[in-house]
């Protein structure tokens, strides 16, 4: 069992920047794949960057050269920071982790409500 815990979203204006952290209850550098999704109201739940144990990362399109996912030893956590954040990036932020990868298994964070809004 993996248990994440989420913080770090709000309210925020049109071109400016959260940071989002994912705290999990097992070695972030044990876990295959770790990651951030995001669901807006009435939208599919969508893969916005996840990091692999190797280090790897991915992005979605939408916010290549805007976040930054990364992993921080000392709090056992992966971070999303987000830059120059638009109406769109408004959705409910999602933590999530892959345990193996022949059988995997997968954990979801609760959930942070991240809202772009003038």
């Known amino acids: 069992q993996v248990q994440l815990e989420e913080s770090g979203g709000g309210l925020v204006q049109p071109g400016g920047s959260l940071r989002l952290s994912c705290a999990s209850s097992r070695s972030i550098f044990s876990i295959s794949k770790m990651g951030w999704y995001r669901q807006a109201p009435g939208e599919q739940r969508e893969l916005v960057a996840r990091?692999?144990?190797?280090?790897?990362?991915e992005y979605a399109d939408s916010v290549k050269g805007r976040f930054t996912i990364s992993r921080d030893s000392a709090k056992n956590a992966i971070d999303l920071q987000m830059n120059s954040l638009k109406p769109e990036d408004t959705a409910v932020y999602y933590c999530h982790a892959q345990e193996g990868i022949l059988r995997p298994l997968y954990y979801w964070g609760q959930g942070t409500q991240v809202t772009v809004s003038s």
């Open positions: 990091v692999t144990s190797t280090g790897s990362t």
